[in-house]
């Protein structure tokens, strides 16, 4: 299979922000994606985390910070894409992955998938401008690693399309109600150049290549990567490919097509083979008969010496007098059928002899009869021509086919001593690897150990940092959320001063800037807890007033105390 790295762009609206934040930092305790090894997920690397803990948050900061927080973004425009880079499982499994094996996931493995993920991430930064990524992170808990990250696809300027004007400096509309864009002589759409940062996808690709882009960044990916590691002999993907990332679903439905499409073909293939099997078969059976074939009609010259009731034979003779009977013994059914067919020719000519001495007696008994006798001459002369010819073609064919069967035994012979050979340096091979393997296995479990001793150190130290991470984010969040309870609470007291009913804090007659400067605190708290994702606070400032038990015990303690010679405040 082709080791080929992997590059996919995906569109999102705004909509997608918050569900897309909770499966990238693993916030979903039910994921719908079933190739999540929550064993694993301690292995995932943060290469830039989202501002604020949420891709939501950290999308709204980004426009806050390069000032098109203003701009309008619909249900149907891109609020921001996402790419995900990744390599062909071949990629990673020459580093070692494999997650079925606990070294398949270790450390070092981890590390040199790390390595390759990172050059691709750094191309990515090179392209868009890495102060336009949001969040990156790398996922080792999936079947194979990958990096997951979002970016804003920005510009800083638009070329903004002009409408036609009347001479009032009104904008022209068509017969449909819609405006009409503003034409130059050679009728091009009138444009002015907006300086300023805009979320505009179009522009965006506009400036990486226009129409050809997405095939040029592509192609700049593999170049880069090939460049940097030329010893995995990377391979493009398809050259114009329109392939985007797809869901698991979709994955899965694919992957069954192109399963039963497989099982066809491998059924077409079975089917051949049988095929193959049984002419092999036949081509099996004549060799065998090559192998049990020996000369059957050479003389075997021994020499030894006779005792009564047998022979004394040299070991070499007796074994080349068994070869040549088990020879004779192979080839008897053939030897029998050609002595069968020289039984019949001299059958036949027994015949001929027998109808040549008829003719001679009709010819000396009929005179009258003497043609016929002598047509039946020819007859007789030219059926002796044609067994003379077809004795000699039969008698060559048996000396050619006994001298192939000649050249094969000794063929087979040859064969059989390299067989003997190959099985011996076979032997020693098999000897020679098993002492390889042996030592091998005590140089894996050595360097098991070293790696082991040299990362224990590391991994303990990072579990303390994440340790002290995890517990200063805590602390953190705990008092932000401490800071709002306060400002909650003053913005609801300071609404008091303006709606109060009940209690008595309302201010009558108060000035336009008094009244607007309560209602503008209001505002300012909510707004501010609403840009750190607190919505529930938000609400609860626009919509409520009133005293917290705090802002209370504050002023019970100011309220003046009853004493013998009159009132004082403490």
């Known amino acids: 299979m082709a080791r080929t790295p992997v590059l996919r762009v995906q569109q999102f609206k705004k909509g997608s922000l918050s569900a897309i934040g909770r499966e990238v930092d693993r916030a979903e305790k039910n994921s719908r994606n079933g190739d999540i090894d929550k064993m694993r997920t301690e292995y995932n690397v943060t290469i830039k985390e989202a501002e604020g803990g949420t891709l939501y948050r950290a999308w709204n900061a980004w426009r806050v910070e390069h000032g098109c927080s203003e701009q309008k973004i619909n249900k149907t425009m891109t609020a921001f894409e996402g790419i995900v880079l990744t390599a062909s499982p071949e990629v990673f499994q020459s580093f070692g992955w494999n997650t079925e094996t606990p070294t398949g996931t270790s450390f070092e493995v981890r590390l040199k998938c790390q390595d390759f993920l990172m050059s691709q991430y750094n191309f990515v930064c090179d392209t868009i401008g890495e102060d336009k990524i949001l969040s990156a992170t790398i996922h080792f808990d999936e079947k194979t690693p990958h990096i997951q990250l979002y970016y804003i696809p920005a510009v800083e300027y638009v070329n903004q399309k002009q409408y036609e004007k ?30 300023g940062t805009r979320i505009n996808r179009g522009g965006f690709w506009s400036n990486l290549g226009g129409k050809n882009s997405y095939n040029m960044l592509q192609t700049n990916h593999f170049e880069t990567l090939k460049k940097e590691y030329p010893h995995l002999n990377l391979e493009r993907g398809k050259e114009g490919s329109t392939a985007e990332h797809r869901t698991k679903n979709q994955w899965e439905k694919e992957m069954m097509n192109e399963v039963k499409e497989k099982y066809i073909q491998v059924e077409e293939i079975e089917t051949k083979i049988v095929e193959r099997q049984e002419s092999l078969q036949g081509y099996e059976e004549r060799l065998q008969k090559y192998e049990e074939m020996s000369v059957g009609i050479e003389e075997v010259e021994v020499s030894g010496k006779k005792i009564l009731g047998g022979v004394i034979l040299k070991e070499d003779n007796l074994n080349r007098l068994k070869e040549q009977a088990k020879a004779y013994i192979a080839n008897k059914p053939r030897i029998e059928a050609l002595n069968e067919r020289e039984h019949s020719l001299d059958e036949q000519e027994q015949a001929l002899r027998l109808r040549e001495q008829a003719v001679e007696k009709r010819e000396n008994s009929i005179g009258d009869k003497e043609a016929e006798m002598l047509k039946w001459e020819g007859i007789y002369y030219s059926q002796v021509q044609e067994y003379k010819y077809l004795k000699v073609d039969l008698r060559a064919e048996v000396e050619k086919e006994k001298k192939q069967y000649v050249e094969l035994y000794k063929e087979q012979l040859g064969l059989n001593k390299e067989h003997s050979k190959l099985k011996s340096l076979v032997a020693e091979q098999s000897e020679e690897i098993t002492k390889l393997k042996a030592e091998n296995a005590s140089l894996i479990e050595k360097a098991k150990q070293d790696v082991k001793t040299a990362t224990e150190p590391l991994q303990r130290q990072i579990e303390t940092l994440q340790s002290k991470v995890s517990e200063l984010t805590e602390r953190v969040r705990t008092t932000l959320e401490k800071c709002y309870m306060s400002i909650s609470a003053i913005c609801k007291a300071v609404g008091m001063l303006k709606y109060d009913d009940n209690q008595g804090y309302k201010v009558y007659k108060l000035s336009e800037k008094q009244d607007r400067l309560i209602d503008a605190i209001s505002n300012y708290g909510a707004n501010w807890a609403e840009h750190d994702g607190l919505d529930d606070v938000a609400d609860d400032i626009r919509k409520h007033i009133g005293l917290s038990k705090g802002i209370q015990n504050e002023i019970k303690e100011l309220e003046p105390k009853l004493k013998d010679k009159g009132w004082e405040r403490e």
């Open 166 to 195: 009347d001479k009032d400096g009104h904008i022209v509309r068509n017969e449909k109600g819609s405006p009409v864009y503003a034409r130059d002589k050679d009728g091009k759409i009138i444009t002015e150049r907006v300086e």
